[in-house]
């Protein structure tokens, strides 16, 4: 158990849809990461927070959206989904920034879009 | 941009069979190589994080390497529970970016 809680574990929705993913980090660790894993696509880094802040943008829609709130859950808002939004979402987190402190990943939101 | 290229993208082993898996990777400043473990619809499982060249690590079956250019994982008599994907990733020092960027990974299978 990494410490860092995902919800849902699976979520199944129509195209078009918006869905919330969930993420309570490990405890006293400011920064969460939020990354995308399809089958062709391996781990995409999506976006950082820290200490809720936004500290990074990686490969992140428009029609995603995140942020972290002052008790440092965060949440990741995706709207308008498609097909190809279909995925493994997870998120993870570490101390200090992640200044080359490990960063540990939740058990992921599988998302299927139909 | 960062890249880290992993090899072979899949290997099939006899129990008991030692090898190693190779990252290499192309990034402006190394602020850390990380390996994990990943499972089949499992999050990833940290290994091990390595700094700077000539560093190793070891963990039970498990050497992590690290030269300026490319890391190794080096399994000793590897079990069946050993099967799982290891994926390589890297920390950048530059900017205030402190995401990995993640290899495909290897696919690793071991036979009893």
């Known amino acids: 158990d990494s410490g860092v809680t995902q919800t849902p574990k699976h979520l199944i929705t129509a195209t078009g849809q918006r869905v919330t993913l969930r993420c309570s980090p490990r405890s006293g660790d400011l920064s969460v990461y939020w990354y995308q894993q399809s089958l062709d696509q391996g781990l995409q880094f999506l976006i950082q927070?820290?200490?809720?802040?936004?500290?990074a943008k990686g490969n992140i829609l428009e029609r995603f959206s995140a942020q972290q709130f002052p008790d440092l859950h965060s949440e990741l808002n995706l709207s308008s989904l498609e097909l190809g939004d279909s995925a493994l979402y997870f998120c993870a987190s570490s101390g200090e920034g992640g200044n080359g402190n490990t960063i540990y990943f939740g058990e992921g939101s599988w998302l299927t879009v139909v | 941009e960062d890249q880290v290229t992993q090899s072979p993208e899949a290997l099939r082993l006899q129990e008991g069979e030692s090898s190693s898996l190779n990252c290499s990777y192309t990034?402006?400043?190394?602020?850390?190589l990380f390996w994990y473990r990943q499972d089949p619809g499992k999050g990833p499982e940290f290994l091990f994080t390595l700094y700077s060249a000539g560093e190793e690590k070891e963990k039970e079956r498990l050497k992590a390497t690290l030269t300026k250019k490319e890391s190794f994982l080096h399994i000793t008599a590897p079990k069946p529970e050993d099967s799982a994907t290891y994926l390589c990733?890297?920390?950048?020092?530059?900017?205030?970016?402190?995401?990995?960027?993640f290899g495909k990974g290897t696919h690793l299978i071991i036979q009893p």
């Open positions: 990733a890297v920390q950048d020092s530059g900017g205030g970016a402190d995401g990995l960027t």
């Open positions: 990034v402006s400043g190394l602020r850390g």
């Open positions: 927070y820290y200490n809720g802040e936004e500290r």
